[in-house]
C-alpha cells in the first residue's frame, strides 16, 4: 500500500499542466516573482540562466505572442505574469503584452548564460522601488530563492524545502526500484490512485486535435495526417507531431507534462493514447500503459537530469511511450524490458538543440519508433546484449544513457550551444 502511495505521488508531482514551453515559461515565472517581490514602475530586467535553458528558450513560440526569446518572456512575466499560478503564470499575459514589447524594444532586457547544470535561472527586476530576485534550480518552477533589496524573503520558505526534499526523495525511491517491480506495481496498483491520467489524455489529446485541424508551427501532424493516419504507427506519429506543432508554435493552450517538460508530457501521453484508440483498448488498460509511460520517463531522466545534450523526448518520454505500448500489446515484464533495449539500440543519439516548432519532427519520431520497438520486443525480437551500449541488465543499460549523457555528451553540448550563441550572435560568458 505504502509503495502505491509513493508512485500516485510521484505521478501527481511529475505529471502537470503546462502552458507554453517549460523553459521560456520558467524564465517568466521567476521574473513574475522577482516583480512581485520588489512592485513599483519596471526599468531594467537582468536574467542570467545556464547552457541548457538558453537553448530550449531561445526559439520557441512564447503563448499569446507570435514572438520568441528570453527577453520576451522575461518582460511578459513582469508586466503580465501572475506568479502564483506556477508553470502556467503566462495564463492571462495578454493584458501586459504591448508593455512588455516596447520594454525589450527599448533594451531594457539583459541576457546572460552561465555554465551550470540542471536547470538554472537567476531574474533581478530593478524597478523605481529597488531590486526584486528569484532563483529557479533543478526543476523549473522550484524557487530556491526570493529578495527585496538584498534581503532574502522566507515567505513560504520552509513549505518550499519541504515539497523539494519529498519530490526528491520519491525520484531517489523510483531511481532504486528494478524495472520490473515498477511494471508490477503498474499491474496491481488500485485504479483509484492513477485515474487521473486521464486528465493528461484528454489535455493533449485536445491540443493534437487543435494541431490537426489546422497548420501551425511547422504543420507536421497537418501534412502527414492525410497519408498516415490510418496504420497505428503512423497514427501514433502524426498525433504527437501535432500537439508538438501547436505547443511549439506558441499556441495559448494547456499541456500536459511529464519530468517538467510539456514536450515530454506529448510524448510520452499522445503515441500511447493512439495505439489503445486504434487497438480498442478499455480506460483501465489505458490508464496503467500511461501511468507507466510517466513512470519510466521519470526513472530515466532521474539518470540524464532535467535538462540533458540528448533529447529528453526520445531517449526518456520516446522510452516511456514505447513501455506503455508494448503493454497495450499485453507484453510482460521481459518483453517490456527488450522494448526499453531497442529504443535505447535506437534512437539514443538524437541531440538537444533547443526548443523549437523543429522538435515536432523529433516528436514523430520518437513516436514511430516508440511503436516499431514494442511491436519487435513483443514478437521476440530485441538488440542483444552485446550491441553497443546495451547491457543483459536493464537497470544497466538505462545508467548508460546516463553516462553517456552526461560524460560523454559534455563536448557535443558545448559546440550545440556555441552554435547556436553564433547564430544569435549571443556572447557566453563563462
Excluded at 518572456?73 to 502564483?84: C, S
Excluded at 524597478?127 to 526570493?146: L, T
Excluded at 526500484?177 to 486521464?198: A, C, G, K, Q, S
Amino acid at each position: 500500500m505504502k509503495k502505491y502511495q509513493m508512485v500516485k505521488s510521484i505521478l501527481e508531482k511529475e505529471v502537470t499542466p503546462a502552458i507554453g514551453c517549460t523553459e521560456p515559461v520558467a524564465v517568466a515565472l521567476a521574473a513574475a516573482t522577482a516583480m512581485e517581490c520588489i512592485g513599483g514602475k519596471p526599468i531594467h530586467i537582468m536574467v542570467t540562466v545556464n547552457s541548457n535553458v538558453y537553448k530550449n528558450a531561445m526559439a520557441v513560440g512564447i503563448p499569446g505572442t507570435a514572438k520568441v526569446g528570453i527577453d520576451i518572456a522575461a518582460a511578459l512575466g513582469v508586466f503580465g505574469g501572475e506568479a502564483g499560478k506556477g508553470l502556467q503564470v503566462l495564463k492571462h499575459a495578454e493584458k501586459g503584452e504591448k508593455e512588455a514589447l516596447e520594454f525589450v524594444a527599448r533594451g531594457a532586457v539583459t541576457v546572460n548564460v552561465v555554465k551550470k547544470s540542471e536547470v538554472f535561472i537567476d531574474c533581478v527586476v530593478t524597478s523605481e522601488i529597488g531590486e526584486g530576485r528569484c532563483v529557479i534550480e533543478k526543476s523549473h518552477n522550484n524557487i530556491v530563492y526570493v529578495s527585496k533589496n538584498g534581503v532574502a524573503l522566507t515567505l513560504h520558505q520552509n513549505e518550499e524545502i519541504e515539497v523539494k526534499e519529498d519530490r526528491e526523495g520519491l525520484i531517489n525511491w523510483l531511481k532504486n526500484e528494478r524495472i520490473t517491480e515498477i511494471i508490477n506495481l503498474v499491474r496491481e496498483i488500485p485504479l483509484e490512485y492513477i485515474n487521473f491520467m486521464l486528465e493528461g489524455r484528454d489535455m493533449n489529446l485536445a491540443v493534437a486535435k487543435l494541431g490537426l485541424e489546422m497548420k501551425v508551427g511547422m504543420g507536421v501532424g497537418f501534412l502527414s495526417k492525410d497519408r498516415n493516419i490510418d496504420t497505428l504507427e503512423g497514427y501514433a506519429a502524426t498525433l504527437t507531431a501535432a500537439g508538438a506543432d501547436v505547443r511549439m508554435a506558441g499556441e495559448k493552450v494547456p499541456v500536459m507534462s511529464s519530468a517538467g517538460s510539456g514536450n515530454h508530457g506529448i510524448t510520452a501521453i499522445l503515441p500511447v493514447v493512439a495505439i489503445s484508440e486504434k487497438m480498442g483498448k478499455d480506460e483501465a488498460t489505458l490508464i496503467r500503459a500511461l501511468a507507466l509511460s510517466h513512470l519510466i520517463t521519470v526513472y530515466i531522466k532521474s539518470y540524464t537530469g532535467k535538462l540533458s545534450p540528448l533529447c529528453g523526448c526520445a531517449v526518456a518520454a520516446g522510452i516511456g511511450a514505447s513501455t506503455g505500448i508494448a503493454f497495450l500489446m499485453g507484453g510482460d515484464s521481459h518483453q517490456i524490458e527488450g522494448t526499453i533495449k531497442n529504443m535505447v539500440a535506437n534512437i539514443t543519439g538524437m541531440i538537444c538543440d533547443g526548443g523549437k516548432v523543429g522538435c515536432a519532427l523529433k516528436l514523430y519520431n520518437a513516436a514511430a519508433t516508440a511503436y516499431i520497438s514494442a511491436q519487435l520486443a513483443v514478437e521476440g525480437s530485441v538488440v542483444p546484449s552485446d550491441n553497443g551500449i546495451i547491457h543483459e541488465n536493464i537497470e544497466k543499460t538505462i545508467s548508460n544513457i546516463g553516462k553517456l549523457s552526461f560524460q560523454g555528451m559534455e563536448e557535443t553540448d558545448r559546440i550545440i550551444l556555441e552554435i547556436m550563441l553564433e547564430n544569435r550572435k549571443v556572447q557566453y560568458c563563462s
